[in-house]
């Protein structure tokens, strides 16, 4: 049951101390993310992993100032793609086929209901589903923060247009969806370091259907 303990532990984190997260623990993190279930297995979304001090300032104003962007000691960035496009799919693919050793005419299949799904929808309406996957990365990365007892604080509370500036993301077929600011707590100066954590007691955030 210690992941419940690390659960309880993180929270929020409104201010950071600028200690370094050191490299093995921000490998696994990430290692977390990528490891993260997607629909159709496809990740659409990548994961920017800002380090740098001057690049994590520059965006500091698109992110409306938040203190951890640059009290932190990374950012991830969780950019969904805004389509996809075929020679993502046939690289999706050619993945599968090389990791399982199978031919990639066997998943002709499964291209054309990747394909399906793709096409029935409006560009808008991929990017949101994008997105969605991006946010299950999220859950995880910050899931994995608290196992490896570093404060992290996902956000949403940015300029999307403005953080896409910045990166150059619109160029790339990606725009900022949410972003994960990884470092640790600075305890006097911040006012939630110690707070009970507020949820919806379970009596009314679970529907239980037991059976007979
Ligand atoms: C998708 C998402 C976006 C959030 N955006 C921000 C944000 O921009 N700034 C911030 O300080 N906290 C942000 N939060 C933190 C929530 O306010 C916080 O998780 C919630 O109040 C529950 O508190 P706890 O995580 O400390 O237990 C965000 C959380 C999530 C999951």
């Known amino acids: 049951m210690n992941y419940l303990q690390d659960f309880n532990w993180r929270y929020a984190t409104k201010r950071m101390n600028g200690k370094p997260v050191p490299?093995?623990?921000?490998?696994?993190?990430?290692?977390?993310?990528?490891?993260?279930?997607?629909?159709?297995?496809l990740q659409p979304f990548d994961v920017l992993v800002i380090q740098d001090p001057e690049l994590r300032a520059n965006l500091s104003p698109a992110i409306y100032n938040q203190p951890q962007v640059t009290e932190g000691s990374a950012l991830l960035v969780f950019a969904a793609w805004k389509n996809?496009?075929?020679?993502?799919?046939?690289?999706?693919?050619?993945?599968?086929?090389?990791?399982?050793?199978?031919?990639?005419?066997?998943?002709?299949?499964?291209?054309?209901?990747?394909?399906?799904?793709?096409?029935?929808?409006?560009?808008?309406?991929v990017h949101q589903w994008a997105a969605r996957q991006a946010y299950i990365a999220l859950g995880y990365a910050t899931a994995a923060a608290s196992f490896e007892k570093v404060d992290s604080t996902p956000m949403e509370g940015f300029n999307a247009a403005a953080v896409n500036e910045v990166l150059g993301l619109d160029g790339k077929g990606l725009s900022a969806v949410a972003v994960l600011a990884l470092g640790y707590r600075d305890e006097?100066?911040?006012?939630?370091?110690?707070?009970?954590?507020?949820?919806?007691?379970?009596?009314?955030?679970?529907?239980?259907?037991k059976g007979s």
């Open 23 to 41: 490299a093995d623990q921000l490998n696994n993190i990430l290692e977390a993310t990528r490891l993260a279930p997607s629909s159709l297995g």
């Open 84 to 125: 996809v496009a075929p020679g993502q799919i046939d690289q999706y693919l050619e993945n599968i086929a090389s990791t399982r050793n199978i031919p990639l005419e066997s998943l002709n299949d499964f291209r054309k209901m990747i394909e399906g799904s793709i096409t029935t929808r409006t560009d808008e309406q």
């Open 188 to 209: 006097e100066n911040d006012h939630l370091a110690n707070a009970p954590k507020v949820r919806r007691p379970a009596s009314s955030f679970f529907t239980v259907y």
